[in-house]
């Protein structure tokens, strides 16, 4: 009954088609292979919440790349990997082939979610005696 009335309304039902997942990067960044002997990693997870910081973010991930840092598809390759929640969403419904660098994914990682200040405060120092 449902499906005879969003029929009647020209919804056709037989005829949806799946969505499927299309990458923000490249083919041959996604076919990059890590080295033999290198398993993969576990990163910290970003999620866009509050308090969270892209800088230090990015800086963990950095870190937890370890010596796979100086390879830029495979850094790019596993960085949604250190995504959840919101910033997961965010990556994975971002245009195909929108990213062809490491430094363009940090910008627009950056510019999406950077909440902080951009301005450096120099704080006085305290006069302890």
């Not at 076919?31 to 230090?56: D, H, M, N």
């Not at 965010?90 to 490491?102: A, D, K, R, V």
């Amino acid at each position: 009954m449902i499906e005879l009335a969003l029929n009647r309304d020209d919804f056709e039902l037989g005829n949806a088609q799946p969505p499927y997942f299309v990458s923000a990067f490249p083919d041959y960044i996604l076919q990059s292979e890590l080295p033999r002997g290198y398993k993969v990693l576990r990163f910290s997870k970003f999620s866009a919440e509050l308090e969270e910081s892209t800088v230090e973010h990015a800086t963990h991930f950095q870190i937890e790349c370890g010596d796979l840092v100086i390879d830029e598809f495979l850094k790019m390759k596993y960085f949604p990997s250190s995504l959840t929640k919101n910033a997961f969403t965010w990556i994975t419904i971002l245009p195909p082939n929108l990213i062809y660098t490491s430094a363009q994914l940090e910008r627009v990682f950056h510019e999406h979610f950077f909440k902080g200040e951009t301005k450096i405060r120099i704080l006085q120092p305290l006069n302890i005696q």
